[in-house]
């Protein structure tokens, strides 16, 4: 790939390019030109323009032609092996940018194919249907509504889970060693750019949440901190977790408030060399400098965009980043156009650290590592069948897990007596029919219960403020 051709106009950066139900990708665009002038006179791609007349004469059926070229396309793109490197048709490409761009009806997660398999390439957005349900990145999709997806092309899968909002879609979802099966109703999904507040303990501690970042993300960070001052903050927490990424220039932007001029925030390159950098300046944060005493959180979902954020506070300004390590995803995709409004996203360069790090398959590592109690991470609880004393289940085993963390004294893999005691107590405690099984209503209370519980707990929020009142 030569640089010229390389347009500027939009860089995004984000966990996966393929995905299509929500999120984003680092994507740099070009011009649909560069597509119209190829053709496929090169002697080396004979076989592809000879074998498109031989099916065209003589296979024995009719052939739509755009479905050959679609598939070409698509057959070109996966023979790299790389899950950030996709083509979209038109319908993909529109419904992608839609959801970069604006709110959109689905369940709010995204989608990449691994071994021929949909898989969730990141955190869900935050609020959305599938946070909701419990979904994580890296889960499998077996099934939806009942039809297995093994081997089927992502964008149908996609369009399978996508649907009107108030409509429900049924999946089977494998995780690690375990598969369950969840309902999400599908909503409008807002892509909320961040939202702040005073500490509640700490009055003088500005906490910042940024789930992605998108078009306006650097102004709506600007006025957060301007807005923040104004009530009293004298330091800033800012919360990166289950960050997916966003645009490039947001980015660089927003990172540029807390560096010095002429620090770098982030190195460009290909497989041997320094390609590009790009450094704080005036020019990029029009002046306006966050000075103020600063942590970042960051967990394994945070990606890209987040990743790039993160290592250029703590490697050019000495930021302490407390969380754990980040997903691990340094490439950088440019995003070109056909002149039928389809793209192909492809992987053109790597982005390094400030210090020349490539964080790819590693992540970010904290200053400051800490996690989420072990709670946090259980699988969700079944909603479409009821659970009672006798069963013996995964879905057992994990609700004596919750029912733990709540402070009910339950344990093995069985739903026993002490598992069915300690449901009752709950359904009481928080008036439900006290029936002692588990059905949809306990099971979506129960779950609520220890996310609440992790949200007031939260060692890693605790430590960042730790942080900045030592």
């Given at each position: 790939?030569?640089?010229k051709?390389?347009?500027?106009?939009?860089?995004?950066?984000?966990?996966?390019?393929?995905?299509l139900?929500?999120?984003g990708?680092?994507?740099?665009?070009t011009s649909?030109?560069?597509?119209q002038?190829?053709?496929?006179?090169?002697?080396d791609?004979y076989?592809v323009?000879?074998?498109?007349d031989?099916?065209q004469?003589?296979?024995?059926?009719d052939?739509?032609?755009?479905?050959?070229?679609e598939?070409?396309?698509?057959?070109?793109?996966?023979a790299?092996?790389?899950?950030?490197?996709?083509?979209?048709?038109e319908?993909?490409a529109?419904?992608?940018?839609?959801?970069l761009?604006?709110?959109f009806?689905?369940?709010g997660?995204?989608?990449?194919?691994?071994?021929?398999?949909?898989e969730?390439?990141e955190?869900?957005?935050?609020?959305?249907?599938?946070?909701?349900?419990g979904?994580?990145?890296?889960?499998k999709?077996?099934?939806?509504?009942?039809?297995?997806?093994?081997g089927?092309?992502?964008?149908s899968?996609?369009?399978?889970?996508?649907?009107?909002?108030?409509s429900?879609?049924?999946?089977?979802?494998?995780?690690e060693?375990?598969?369950?099966?969840v309902?999400?109703?599908r909503?409008?999904?807002?892509?909320?750019?961040l939202?702040y507040e005073?500490d509640?303990d700490?009055?003088?501690?500005?906490?910042?949440?940024i789930a992605?970042?998108?078009?306006n993300?650097?102004?709506e960070?600007?006025?957060?901190?301007k807005d923040?001052?104004?009530?009293?903050?004298e330091?800033?927490?800012?919360?990166?977790?289950?960050?997916?990424g966003?645009?490039?220039?947001?980015?660089?932007e927003?990172?540029?408030?807390?560096?010095?001029?002429g620090?770098t925030?982030?190195?460009?390159?290909?497989?041997d060399?320094?390609?590009?950098?790009?450094?704080a300046?005036?020019?990029?944060?029009?002046g306006?400098?966050?000075?103020?005493?600063?942590?970042?959180?960051?967990?394994?979902d945070s990606?890209?965009?987040?990743?790039?954020?993160?290592?250029?506070?703590k490697?050019?300004?000495?930021?302490?980043?407390?969380?754990?390590?980040?997903?691990?995803?340094?490439?950088?995709?440019?995003?070109?156009d056909?002149?039928?409004?389809?793209?192909?996203?492809?992987?053109?360069?790597?982005?390094?650290t400030?210090?020349g790090?490539?964080?790819?398959?590693?992540?970010?590592?904290?200053?400051?590592?800490?996690?989420?109690p072990?709670?946090?991470?259980?699988?969700?609880?079944?909603?479409?069948?009821?659970?009672?004393?006798?069963?013996?289940?995964d879905?057992?085993?994990?609700?004596?897990?919750?029912?733990?963390?709540?402070?009910?004294?339950?344990?093995?893999?069985?739903?026993?007596?002490?598992?069915?005691?300690?449901?009752?107590?709950?359904?009481?405690?928080?008036?439900i029919?006290?029936?002692?099984?588990?059905?949809?209503?306990?099971?979506?209370?129960?779950?609520?219960?220890?996310?609440?519980?992790?949200?007031?707990?939260?060692?890693m929020?605790?430590?960042?403020?730790?942080?900045?009142?030592k």
């Amino acid at each position: 790939m030569k640089n010229k051709k390389i347009s500027f106009g939009k860089y995004i950066v984000s966990l996966v390019l393929v995905a299509l139900i929500s999120g984003g990708l680092v994507y740099w665009v070009t011009s649909s030109e560069f597509f119209q002038a190829s053709s496929f006179s090169r002697n080396d791609l004979y076989k592809v323009h000879a074998l498109y007349d031989d099916i065209q004469e003589n296979y024995y059926e009719d052939v739509d032609d755009d479905q050959l070229i679609e598939g070409a396309l698509e057959g070109m793109t996966d023979a790299l092996g790389d899950p950030y490197t996709s083509y979209l048709g038109e319908k993909e490409a529109e419904e992608f940018n839609d959801s970069l761009s604006g709110d959109f009806e689905g369940i709010g997660a995204t989608l990449t194919l691994i071994d021929d398999l949909p898989e969730v390439s990141e955190a869900p957005v935050k609020d959305s249907p599938a946070e909701k349900a419990g979904l994580r990145a890296n889960d499998k999709i077996l099934e939806v509504d009942g039809e297995k997806t093994q081997g089927k092309d992502l964008s149908s899968v996609v369009q399978t889970i996508r649907g009107k909002k108030g409509s429900t879609v049924k999946l089977a979802v494998e995780r690690e060693d375990e598969t369950f099966e969840v309902d999400i109703k599908r909503d409008t999904i807002p892509l909320k750019s961040l939202k702040y507040e005073l500490d509640e303990d700490h009055q003088a501690i500005g906490s910042i949440e940024i789930a992605s970042f998108n078009e306006n993300t650097a102004q709506e960070l600007r006025d957060a901190i301007k807005d923040l001052r104004e009530q009293g903050a004298e330091s800033f927490v800012i919360d990166l977790r289950q960050n997916p990424g966003g645009y490039l220039d947001q980015v660089e932007e927003m990172a540029s408030m807390f560096l010095k001029d002429g620090k770098t925030i982030v190195q460009f390159g290909t497989d041997d060399e320094i390609t590009g950098e790009s450094k704080a300046s005036e020019k990029l944060d029009g002046g306006f400098k966050v000075k103020e005493p600063t942590t970042v959180l960051v967990d394994k979902d945070s990606a890209s965009a987040s990743e790039i954020f993160a290592a250029a506070l703590k490697e050019s300004a000495d930021v302490p980043i407390v969380g754990t390590h980040t997903f691990g995803k340094g490439t950088v995709q440019s995003v070109s156009d056909f002149s039928d409004n389809s793209e192909v996203k492809m992987t053109v360069q790597k982005w390094l650290t400030p210090k020349g790090e490539w964080i790819n398959e590693k992540g970010v590592e904290p200053t400051t590592e800490v996690d989420l109690p072990d709670y946090a991470y259980l699988p969700p609880l079944p909603k479409d069948e009821e659970l009672e004393k006798g069963d013996q289940s995964d879905d057992s085993k994990n609700l004596n897990k919750f029912l733990q963390a709540l402070g009910y004294e339950t344990k093995g893999d069985q739903f026993n007596d002490e598992t069915e005691q300690a449901v009752k107590d709950f359904q009481e405690n928080n008036e439900i029919e006290p029936t002692g099984s588990l059905n949809e209503e306990t099971s979506s209370a129960i779950e609520q219960a220890v996310v609440e519980k992790v949200q007031e707990s939260d060692p890693m929020y605790q430590k960042a403020i730790e942080e900045l009142t030592k």
